[in-house]
């Protein structure tokens, strides 16, 4: 039913028990990603990113110009009265690619602790930033082996990919799956280039060593109480399932399918036993994608595709941004997974980060997986199964081993982490096709190939479902993305495809439409409360004028001397959130108006687009969007 204007009512009272509510069930050191205000000349403490119950022996720092090149002995003066207050020692560990140096405290510290012991290395004045080194683990729900169907290539509510392989298969083109490493599989040798193991801690990585060029996984099992879980578990060989689903060989006789399987793949060992760090993540982020890390080999062959199928909860840490920044710089598009908690992905890293791919994970039902984050960070969505269901999980390539590497073998997984393969893969086709496609224009065109999640999708599976035969087919094997508007379901006749809302009645049909039947309307109560419409876009970089366009109506019963609800238009570029225009009740009027907003100086980024509608408790405006666009001119 659509909103209409409502008669004057009054919710004080509603009003007050919600924010005391809201006040009751604040609690923990502070939001997530918030960072702690200090004054003019410290540095930034990102204790938002501590997470309680979490227990913290190493710290990235970033100092300031003038303290990055002293003498560390001079570099330990920031810290030392920091680690003297909670009667610890600290020591640089070593620099990291970003231009961070890792930092360890002589004993774990808790989330109070951390907290503290950042803030007091924050107000020394020679620190820029500082944020915990932390912990990162796979993205999946695994199973029991068994064999099956690959309905996510094929199937009615998978990737189609086999359409695909008309235009491309995948050669030329190289994918470092950043991961627990890999293990020997006759269904995936020959597709496996020389990689690298960047765990810094030897009983994490199992090797008897720190860091070297063997990305052998020696298995990630634990026992109760090791890895702060009161169970135990067997070894995932979680990297070399993902790399199957990349790039298993293809036309042999033998076991399973790559989506690209032509391509090549770089085994980066980042994941051990307990999960991995992000210190070690951030090298091997650069390092995959070519770039220099001090004291390790160049790599001989950098990816044009990063799949990263890990993460960990918080904001986007400054030092995962700064790795990914620097891969994407080099022309590198990293593909990353949604995370498996059943919740917003705006609260998982580095789902959560700017100039990523994100990806949600469906069931072989075309609905999103019961277990899949959500929301205006992801993407778009692929396959990522349910092994609830017989035969409904992914089937790839594995070891046999509970502990340590046994003989080669395959089995159904779920989670993110078999759906960001599946994307990773389709770029890996993409570039074979186009070698020039920026990771701005690869996004693009990987939006445009979705199609609308066959069981549809109410939380925000962003553009659809990943369909490879489509997506090859926008590229014509030369021609880039067009930049033209680049906003999917622009007039909401898809209802919610491609936006997210945290509200179920903002998308709407009928005659109030501007054109067509679909229109959103957020707000109209007269009760205080907050709608938002947000949707993940990458603006094209061309020469023209970047421009974010709508048709709004404002309905209210309101006046029009004083603002009391209003709509902001918000753009949202990683951590930062500007605000390009407000609207409010003073802008009522019973026609639609174009509204054009400048958005040059996101060109060539990928943002989200958000439409933020603030009501108070009295009288009700409702804001009627339709007919949106984002463009370059």
């Not at 405290?105 to 602790?113: F, K, M, Y």
Request: proline share 5%.
């Amino acid at each position: 039913m659509e909103k209409t204007l409502s008669s004057r009512r009054k919710y004080s009272g509603l009003a007050l028990s919600t924010a005391v509510l809201a006040g009751l069930m604040s609690f923990g050191t502070a939001p997530a990603g918030a960072t702690t205000p200090s004054p003019s000349g410290t540095g930034t403490a990102a204790v938002g990113t501590v997470q309680p119950g979490e227990q913290y022996s190493q710290f990235i720092v970033q100092y300031k110009a003038g303290a990055q090149g002293a003498t560390p002995a001079a570099r330990a003066n920031a810290w030392g009265k920091a680690a003297k207050d909670l009667g610890i020692t600290a020591r640089e560990v070593r620099g990291l690619a970003t231009g961070a140096t890792l930092v360890a405290s002589s004993r774990a510290l808790d989330a109070r602790q951390s907290a503290e012991f950042m803030n007091g290395l924050a107000a020394s004045g020679a620190v820029e930033y500082v944020e915990p080194d932390a912990r990162m683990r796979a993205s999946l729900t695994p199973n029991d082996p068994r064999y099956g169907e690959q309905w996510d290539f094929t199937g009615t509510n998978g990737m189609r990919i086999p359409g695909a392989w008309t235009t491309s298969t995948g050669s030329g083109s190289v994918v470092a799956v950043i991961d627990t490493g890999i293990t020997a599989h006759p269904d995936l040798d020959a597709n496996i280039l020389p990689g690298y193991d960047f765990i810094a801690d030897s009983a994490a990585a199992r090797d008897g060593n720190g860091r070297d060029a063997n990305p052998q996984d020696q298995g990630d099992w634990y026992t109760s109480g090791e890895c702060g879980d009161s169970s135990s578990s067997n070894s995932s060989w979680h990297g070399t399932h993902v790399a199957g689903t990349v790039a298993a060989v293809t036309g042999n006789a033998t076991g399973v399918a790559g989506v690209a399987p032509d391509a090549k793949v770089v085994p980066v060992r980042v994941l051990g036993k307990c999960g991995g760090m992000l210190s070690d993540i951030a090298d091997a982020i650069v390092w995959a994608s070519g770039g220099t890390v001090t004291g390790v080999p160049a790599n001989a062959n950098p990816a044009k595709v990063i799949n990263m199928s890990l993460g960990g909860s918080g904001s986007c840490a400054t030092t995962y941004q700064n790795a990914i920044n620097s891969a994407v710089n080099r022309g590198t598009t990293v593909v990353v997974a949604a995370g498996n908690e059943g919740a917003n992905a705006s609260t998982a890293q580095p789902a959560n980060c700017g100039s990523v791919v994100t990806v949600a994970a469906s069931n072989n039902s075309g609905g999103l997986s019961y277990y899949s984050n959500y929301g205006s960070a992801v993407d778009l969505t692929a396959p990522g199964g349910d092994t609830r269901q017989s035969g409904g999980g992914i089937l790839s390539t594995l070891n046999t081993g509970t502990t340590t590497p046994s003989s080669a073998g395959y089995a159904w997984y779920q989670g993110t982490s078999m759906a960001t393969p599946h994307v990773a893969g389709l770029v890996a086709l993409m570039k074979s096709a186009d070698p020039s496609l920026t990771p701005a224009q690869v996004e693009s065109t990987l939006k445009q190939g979705t199609r609308p999640m066959p069981a549809g999708c109410t939380l925000g599976c962003g553009a659809g479902l990943s369909d490879a035969t489509a997506t090859l087919a926008l590229l014509g094997g030369t021609t880039p993305p067009p930049s033209g508007n680049v906003l999917l379901n622009p007039g909401f006749e898809s209802g919610s495809a491609s936006w997210t809302s945290n509200k179920s009645d903002t998308f709407e049909s009928g005659s109030s439409a501007r054109t067509g039947t679909g229109y959103a309307a957020l707000n109209g109560w007269g009760q205080s409360t907050s709608y938002t419409l947000d949707q993940k876009v990458t603006v094209p970089g061309g020469s023209g004028a970047g421009s974010l366009s709508f048709y709004l109506r404002v309905l209210s019963n309101e006046g029009t001397t004083t603002a009391y609800d209003t709509l902001k238009v918000q753009v949202i570029d990683g951590a930062t959130t500007t605000t390009l225009a407000t609207y409010s009740n003073k802008d009522k009027g019973s026609s639609y108006v174009q509204r054009a907003l400048d958005m040059s100086a996101y060109k060539g980024k990928t943002v989200t687009v958000r439409f933020l509608g603030t009501e108070d408790y009295s009288y009700s405006t409702t804001f009627q969007l339709d007919d949106t666009s984002v463009a370059v001119s």
